[in-house]
């Protein structure tokens, strides 16, 4: 991590870094959804929400 990130980090506060964990979340989600649109087409939207929870669920770091 960049040393200006770290500084940016220390001075959030909690409730800030939660929420920018979950927008981050979020638009992993939405561009994982995205992704699956263009690779199956054909699926429809119930679908491609599964694949991602199923994605998402088992995903490592």
């Known amino acids: 991590m960049h040393p200006e990130q770290k500084k940016i980090y220390k001075k959030m506060t909690p409730d800030q870094k939660l929420n920018a964990s979950l927008r981050l979340y ?11 649109r263009t690779q199956y087409p054909g699926l429809t939207e119930e679908e491609i929400n599964n694949k991602v929870k199923e994605i998402f669920l088992y995903a490592r770091t």
């Open 26 to 36: 979020f638009s992993a989600w939405e561009l994982k959804k995205s992704g699956l």
